[in-house]
């Protein structure tokens, strides 16, 4: 049979196969090519994480090298323009206002959490979770600004003498309200997770939904929430703007402002993060290496505080 | 003895019934509570934006809006070039971090999906990408901006500019595009890749042609949601992008966005019916992406 197909038609067929051949090879050219080109800017990130500690570091290292690790870590004051730079002010006042904006909003948050998955009418949760979406959306300037015309000047009203209304009181409400979403949101997912035949057989035994929620519901979703209240810890030691609009600036260890030790949340205080933007603009030399040391600070204690929320989600979730 | 098992029982019963009332009202007690929690969820939104809306909308016209601002101590003007620069920014920095966070996002979904552990320098690369965008994810603004300021304002010399600000920029919000990206591949369902594939595809002409589209409402709700980042994202910018009032004209000038505005007059000029009035519109804004997002992801979730 093939020996009857015209020359003509076997040269065609021949030409289409080479054709088709070409077209495979190109487009495996082609795939290769953006296989590779993907996987660069899958290693983008981490190439900006090493960027980000090369130069910190970098930056930074002549200020250590010069204070002392030992001397930016423990010494209190903080005066560029004397030569004096100690970081323990600030990371007091870091981790002060974050206990402060801890006490206030992790209750309301995690109850909020609860409230969302567990008790709320379909209606209310809707307004609810809508509220929180958009609480997360707002700009921290927003919050700040809101801080500085309402918070401060109702703190100023509680008659302690040396209470200026900014300081850590006003700062860990603002704060308080914005990690609010955060926790919320990875809680309430964690309680979600939960499955529903642990209800269930709570319930089936007599317990009311209360007793189910606390005897069975949060327990099983510990890590969840734990990562959550972790991951709102590093926002609000990592906020900037807001802190620096309600929490005074002041280069000062807080400390109670009468005998009554719950006035130190009256005390300014200076954050980490608020060293950095407010000083940033006009430092040099090692002011200004200084300032990226304090950086280095505020990362590592970023690192502990999420990395434990990394041990806490793989230690215990599924 | 049965006389005795009967009053036992009975007052057993008895105990159990006003248990279960006290039961009941610790649980209305407690779901009081949590009641409560979830309304000052609701009054604190209020508080907040309702505060800022009452302090602010006196002070929005049109004149507002479209003149510049003018500086000084009384923040005169208006804030007709930080609505542009906040513009130009948030188109910078997109262009900038989408296709890069969605080229990651690919990779690590479509090429590196079967990779996880194992020898070889590959699977290394893949987790040694993972953990970057984890890492990246957890970075607080301002070290971004620091990052920022030395890397693109001094050492690159590109001063206190759109380009600095935008490359920054960029860098805060890739792993908030690669995540989302992520997400909307996974949800595309198994059989349209094997289709493709089985019709003689290369993977590539597989992603490009069939997964890809399959997925953009997720990865463009990705990117709205970035574009909300970077209009309220203030830290980075307040040290790479300078603050200048005037409309940037090209990429190496400096300007102020909506978000710098407000922290400025509120900080610098005590003008706070200005700074409010501003904080309107940039609520009204993230409102507006907010809905944007809900709509993407309710299309998005009804397929």
């Known amino acids: 049979m093939r020996e009857a197909v015209p020359s003509s038609t076997s040269r065609i067929l021949l030409g289409e196969t080479r054709v088709q051949e070409i077209d495979v090879q190109r487009r495996y050219v082609v795939d290769h090519g953006v296989r590779y080109l993907l996987l660069i800017s899958a290693l983008i990130s981490v190439f900006i994480v090493f960027l980000i500690g090369l130069f910190t570091l970098r930056e930074a290292w002549p200020a250590m090298q010069s204070i002392g690790v030992a001397n930016l870590l423990t010494q209190q004051v903080w005066r560029p323009g004397r030569g004096e730079f100690g970081l323990l002010a600030m990371i007091a006042g870091s981790i002060w206002v974050t206990i402060g904006a801890m006490l206030l909003g992790v209750p309301l948050a995690l109850a909020g959490a609860v409230f969302l998955a567990e008790v709320a009418p379909s209606g209310m949760r809707e307004v609810v979770r809508s509220a929180v979406e958009l609480l997360a959306g707002i700009p921290s300037v927003v919050y700040g600004l809101f801080g500085m015309v309402v918070l401060v000047p109702l703190v100023r009203q509680i ?31 964690a309680i979600r997770a939960v499955p529903r035949e642990y209800k269930e057989g709570s319930l089936a035994l007599g317990a009311t939904h209360w007793q189910t929620i606390v005897g069975v519901t949060l327990p099983a979703a510990r890590s969840g929430i734990v990562a959550a209240v972790i991951l709102g810890i590093g926002r609000a030691v990592g906020e900037t703007m807001a802190m620096i609009m309600v929490i005074g600036n002041s280069i000062i260890m807080p400390t109670p402002l009468n005998s009554n030790p719950l006035s130190i949340f009256l005390s300014q205080a200076r954050t980490l993060t608020g060293n950095i933007a407010v000083e940033i603009s006009y430092a040099t030399g090692v002011h200004e290496s200084a300032l990226f040391a304090t950086g280095v600070v505020l990362f590592v204690l970023i690192m502990i505080v999420n990395s434990s929320a990394q041990v806490m989600i793989k230690g215990r979730g599924r | 003895m049965g006389h005795v098992e009967a009053t036992l029982s009975r007052g057993s019963v008895g105990d159990r019934s006003s248990n279960l009332a006290q039961r009941h009202i610790v649980q209305r007690v407690a779901f009081g509570l949590l ?269």
């Open chain 2, 35 to 303: 009641w409560l929690a979830g309304l000052t969820a609701v009054a604190a939104l209020l508080a907040v934006v309702g505060y800022v809306v009452v302090g602010g909308i006196g002070s929005i016209n049109l004149e507002f809006l479209l003149t510049s601002p003018r500086g000084g101590l009384a923040g005169e003007g208006g804030i007709s070039t930080t609505i542009v620069t906040t513009i130009y920014l948030v188109l910078l920095t997109i262009c900038i971090a989408t296709p890069l966070g969605v080229g990651a996002g690919v990779y690590l979904v479509e090429y590196a999906g079967e990779m996880r552990g194992g020898g070889g320098i590959l699977p290394r690369l893949v987790s040694l990408a993972r953990f970057g965008v984890e890492t990246l994810a957890g970075v607080p603004s301002i070290i971004f901006g620091l990052f920022g300021y030395v890397l693109f304002v001094s050492a690159m010399h590109f001063g206190f500019s759109l380009l600095s600000a935008g490359l920054a920029g960029a860098c805060l919000i890739l792993p908030v595009i690669i995540r989302t990206t992520e997400e909307a591949l996974r949800a595309v369902p198994r059989g349209y890749r094997e289709g493709s594939l089985a019709l003689g595809t290369t993977q590539w002409q597989t992603v490009w042609g069939v997964v890809l589209p399959a997925a953009l409402p997720g990865i463009i709700t990705g990117i709205v949601l970035s574009v909300g980042r970077v209009v309220s994202e203030t830290a980075v910018f307040y040290v790479t992008l300078g603050g200048s009032c005037r409309t940037p004209t090209s990429l190496l000038q400096g300007g102020r966005t909506m978000a710098l505005h407000v922290f400025y007059l509120a900080t610098e000029t005590r003008a706070f019916d200005k700074a409010m009035a501003t904080a309107v519109i940039l609520v009204v804004s993230i409102v507006l992406i907010n809905a944007i997002i809900n709509y993407l992801t309710r299309r998005f979730t009804m397929r």
């Open chain 1, 159 to 189: 008659p302690v003498s040396g209470n200026a209304g900014f300081g850590l009181l006003s700062a860990s409400i603002v704060l308080a309200i914005m990690i609010l979403p955060t926790i919320t949101n990875i809680a309430e997912d």
